[in-house]
């Protein structure tokens, strides 16, 4: 369990970092396949999933002759792609708008649920070489379509910035000057 909450609290810290990385870089688009790039739930499932795939480095070197690793692998990634949208437009369901208090704490929580559930799968007796096969196939399709989806976002809701309204790379909104925008370009003095 130790585990579990170290690697837990790196990819948080990693994560949280990736939400602001794309302004500290000037709006570099290299960094921007890894980074949030605007406030879509896309960008935010993104900067879940950077953390987890460079934790690969680790837990591949770590696990990787487990012969559950892949599949432990592919749920600790598809973890945030389902279960982020689901609290958000869950409780977004309900609430009718955005909570940033419920946004940021289910951010941690299916960080944490990723970990565990690799870690679960991990410790588990081995699954068959085929069902092993396929999830490393999975985890593959996942980071090509990671990429992809930052460059070529989808018109679908989930890509869709709540602030510009446009998609992947055209919706950045410069998170550091909104002060600035919202008072006609004066900072306040």
Known sequence: MAEVIITTIIISLVGTA??????????????????????????????????????????????GQNPNYFLAKLVSIMTPVIAIPCIFYGYKSISKKPILAI??????????????????IIDAPAVLYVFEYLACVGVFVVFGAYSVLTLMPLKLFIFKDPISHKYGFRAHTDKFNIFKKKNGGKNGN
């Not at 939400?19 to 396949?33: C, E, R, S, W």
């Not at 987890?52 to 770590?62: A, E, T």
Request: hydrophobic content about 50%.
């Open 18 to 63: 990736a939400h602001f990385l794309y302004d500290f870089t000037k709006q570099n688009k290299f960094i921007g396949l890894f980074a949030a790039v605007n406030e879509s739930t896309w960008e935010h499932i993104k900067i879940a999933l950077t953390p987890i795939l460079l934790c690969g480095l680790y837990d591949g070197f770590v696990y």
């Open 103 to 120: 946004d940021i704490s289910s951010f941690y929580l299916v960080i944490f649920l990723s970990q565990f559930l690799f870690k679960v």
